[in-house]
């Protein structure tokens, strides 16, 4: 079940303490995205790669950061200005900018106190 | 701008009954549809695309453009289509997705 990877499933965080999620994947796809999962308000896209070096912003990237130096890479980082980063977050990539399919990770549940 | 409606949060049916979940969605492009399904414990994954026009595990979707939507559709519903659906727009660039619809089947 490999193709998208995302670590760790659980992470544990202080307030005001910034933290980086995981995201490697191994199928040669161009593009790669990160979704915030919050109960009742379904998947919402927070920042996307379609080739490396370069991103842009999705719907909710306030308070967040990514890089995208590698092709099987794109990390995300929820910073403390991020106001309510508990929340579950998924990682997608798809074959090319054309977004035909996605594919998704496990996902990380982050919980900050 | 909510570009994806899925009106029902919650959806309940008994097995072997017909189901349906709405979806509605505004573009004023061509848009390119997809239902996507997390079944417990799984990843989300792909259900169906409008462009295929295909049937799996027996749904199928229609795009009305007349209507913009995108309902999906199962004439028997069985316990394992109990989880959690999700319709999704893509104008090419990105995703757009419903706040998802969970289902389920009861025996």
């Known amino acids: 079940d490999g193709g998208i990877t995302q670590s760790p499933k659980y992470l544990f965080r202080k307030e005001g303490q910034n933290v980086t999620l995981s995201c490697e994947q191994n199928l040669n796809h161009d593009a790669m995205y990160w979704y915030r999962q919050d109960p009742g308000q379904g998947l919402r896209l927070i920042y996307y790669?379609?080739?490396?070096?370069?991103?842009q912003k999705g719907d909710i990237a306030e308070g967040y950061s990514v890089s995208r130096e590698k092709k099987e890479s794109f990390p995300l980082t929820v910073t403390s200005a991020q106001k309510n980063p508990t929340a579950f977050y998924l990682c997608?990539?798809?074959?090319?900018?054309?977004?035909?399919?996605?594919?998704f990770g496990p996902g990380t549940r982050l919980t900050v106190t | 701008a909510q570009r994806v409606t899925q009106p029902e949060k919650l959806l309940s049916v008994f097995k072997g009954a017909p189901v349906e979940l709405k979806c509605n969605y505004s573009y004023s492009g061509s848009p390119e549809l997809f239902w996507y399904v997390q079944y417990s414990r799984q990843r989300l994954q792909l259900l169906l695309r409008h462009i295929s026009r295909e049937s799996i595990k027996g749904f199928t979707a229609d795009l009305n453009k007349g209507e913009t939507s995108f309902h999906l559709k199962k004439p028997f519903a069985q316990e394992e289509d109990s989880a959690m659906y999700y319709c999704a727009l893509s104008d090419r660039n990105q995703f757009y997705f419903g706040t998802g619809t969970s289902l389920t089947v009861i025996p």
């Open positions: 997608a990539s798809s074959k090319d900018s054309k977004v035909y399919e996605q594919y």
């Open positions: 790669s379609q080739i490396v070096n370069d991103f």
